[in-house]
């Protein structure tokens, strides 16, 4: 039977096409919403979105739903919980639209400092004010604080520092290339950063980061932009700031964003002559989103070739394995069920196996990932099958 993929999302045709030609049955319907979801999900064994959610309904709602893959790189509009209940995966593509997103945080820093699109809105309103523009400052030599040094993080770096700006950047992991020194202390950078870029995912340690404190550390009349998630800033705190302390601030994300492509948008940010707000179009390039597409056809093409999940986001990164049983056995028929049995009997929960073959396929090695201690009875009874060549029983703690 074909297998069947939603699109519930702007995605461009040729990769549309691809799937179809792979002999998939593909829905595409960009203008699925939220709400739509559960209903169109029914009898779908994959879904592609971009930012549409997916919320616990729909994950519920769905009967065949195997494989649910983010054609981008956050998947906080996936309702993860929901979907590890039923064994559904997730999967994303890192690292493909990095590019797109960086190019617009840049561009920010850039209209920011000009006042781009106040120079372009007096023009078009018939008013010259060469006097009042030529106050910008100029991004060289400026103190950069990145925070957030994945793969968008690293392209801002990788610009800022043909800009000759004096990178900083912060992240759980080790800061390396593009000039950047590590910070580790937001009330050692803040006072002193004249640009502040947000690479952060939306997680519950990220949630409202940029509060009242934060900003308080921020330099008057610093730069801070944030094409991340809105979730990462607490948004009243910002609006005060902003008035208090004259941010100037470039959000490509916000509270309230409309869930629709086009329509009307409510923001108290619109007020506000210094931020200047962009449609979520962080990652909306024509080659980034070929990119994405192209990642996107690749991860459910490999799923159903192989049935391994490129990018698999919900796999346990810790499991209750505390043992490793590894068994070298003859590949025949029986074997491993014994094994299992041999396990089995012991009342020993197993939580990840893996059965690979040698070469020429005689012999086979399986690993188990296993909660508790096999006992010396168990690891005998094992040892004395006669299609067991050899075993290993280590600690994994
Ligand atoms: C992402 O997480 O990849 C970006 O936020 C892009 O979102 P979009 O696919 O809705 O443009």
């Not at 009242?212 to 801070?224: N, R, V």
Request: hydrophobic content about 40%; proline content about 3%; overall charge negative.
């Amino acid at each position: 039977m074909k297998m069947k993929v939603l699109i519930a999302d702007k995605f461009p045709e040729q990769y549309v096409q691809k799937l179809k030609d792979s002999d998939i049955e593909v829905i595409y319907n960009p203008k699925l919403g939220e709400n739509d979801l559960p209903e169109a999900v029914k009898d779908v064994d994959c879904i592609v979105v971009r930012s549409t959610v997916v919320n616990a309904k729909t994950i519920e709602a769905s009967n065949q739903l195997n494989l649910i893959v983010r054609a981008g790189a956050g998947v906080n509009n996936i309702d993860i919980k929901a979907a590890n209940k039923k064994g559904i995966y997730v999967s994303n593509c890192p690292g493909k639209n990095s590019i797109a997103v960086a190019e617009l945080a840049i561009g920010l820093m850039i209209a920011l400092d000009r006042r781009i699109p106040h120079n372009v809105a007096d023009f078009k309103a018939g008013r010259w004010n060469k006097a009042e523009y030529s106050k910008a400052e100029g991004l060289f030599g400026k103190t950069l604080a990145i925070v957030g040094y994945g793969n968008i993080g690293k392209e801002v770096a990788k610009r800022a520092q043909a800009f000759g700006m004096n990178i900083y950047a912060k992240d759980v992991t080790r800061i390396e290339g593009y000039g950047a020194k590590d910070f580790s202390e937001f009330d050692q950078i803040l006072p002193i950063a004249d640009v502040v870029s947000i690479h952060l995912p939306a997680t519950p340690q990220t949630k409202g980061l940029f509060n009242a404190d934060m900003f308080k550390l921020m330099k008057p009349g610093a730069i801070l932009i944030n094409t991340s998630r809105q979730d990462v800033i607490d948004e009243e705190a910002l609006i005060n700031a902003v008035k208090e302390k004259k941010l100037k601030v470039g959000l490509d994300v916000f509270k309230g964003e409309p869930e629709g492509k086009d329509g009307t948008v409510e923001s108290k940010l619109r007020e506000l002559d210094t931020v200047y707000v962009t449609h979520h179009i962080g990652a909306s390039t024509e080659q980034a989103q070929n990119a994405v597409a192209e990642e996107t056809v690749n991860i459910i093409l490999h799923y159903i070739n192989s049935g391994v999940i490129d990018h698999w986001v919900n796999r346990a990164k810790v499991t209750d394995a505390h043992y490793q049983l590894v068994v070298k056995h003859y590949d025949k028929p029986g074997v491993l069920a014994s094994i299992l049995d041999v396990l089995r009997q012991g009342n020993i929960n197993i939580e990840e196996v893996e059965n690979i073959i040698f070469d020429g396929g005689l012999v086979a090695c399986c690993t188990l990932k296993i909660q508790t201690s096999a006992t010396g009875d168990m690891l005998e009874a094992i040892r004395n099958n006669p299609n067991v060549i050899s075993y290993s029983h280590v600690s994994l703690d």
